[in-house]
């Protein structure tokens, strides 16, 4: 395991799991999260606490990671990607109080095994996108992707299926 990077240019708290070979560009924010060996995290991006980031996997710059995300080895997350883990977000509660983490319930999502998702797509809470996967650039996703499927669009639909044996 690495020691967390300190440095005023990366934001890692003390509290991140690192694996090794991780390299990991400025101006991110990283707390309460894992990230497995020899991946790489762009410039950019946030990683919130309870979220798993696996080996070798690719986290382009621009992305947000809230807490409640999954994703397995092997994952390519284009640049600027979303994601979303509560479907009804309000700032405030019913006494009209800034809402807090006892007001909501995270809602997690979970990328398979080789997935890719695509740059500046969005992604809603509660689903999985399959293995080897593949979310074309823009997509919102709304529900479940099935392994080796293509998906595109707003709302993604399925476009094709991949040959398994060839990207």
């Known amino acids: 395991m690495m020691s ?8 890692i708290a003390l509290d991140v799991k690192l694996g090794r070979d991780v390299k990991i560009y400025d101006f991110v924010n990283l707390y309460g999260c894992e990230i497995g060996d020899n991946s790489k995290i762009g410039t950019f991006v946030e990683i919130q606490k309870n979220s798993k980031i696996g080996r070798n996997c690719k986290i382009s710059s621009h992305t947000f990671i809230c807490e409640g995300v999954t994703v397995e080895n092997d994952v390519f997350i284009g640049h600027g990607v979303t994601f979303i883990n509560d479907k009804y977000p309000r700032a405030t509660n019913t006494t009209g109080g800034l809402q807090t983490e006892e007001d909501w319930v995270c809602i997690p999502t979970k990328i398979e095994k080789g997935a890719s998702i695509g740059s500046g797509s969005t992604l809603l809470c509660g689903i999985t996108i399959g293995q080897n996967a593949i979310v074309g650039a823009g997509s919102v996703v ?6 080796n499927a293509v998906v595109a669009g707003n709302p993604a639909k399925r476009i094709r299926k991949m040959n398994v044996n060839s990207n």
């Not at 967390?4 to 934001?11: A, G, I």
Request: net charge neutral; proline share 14%.
């Open 4 to 11: 967390p990077d300190t440095s005023s240019l990366k934001r």
């Open 142 to 147: 709304i529900a479940d992707v099935p392994a």
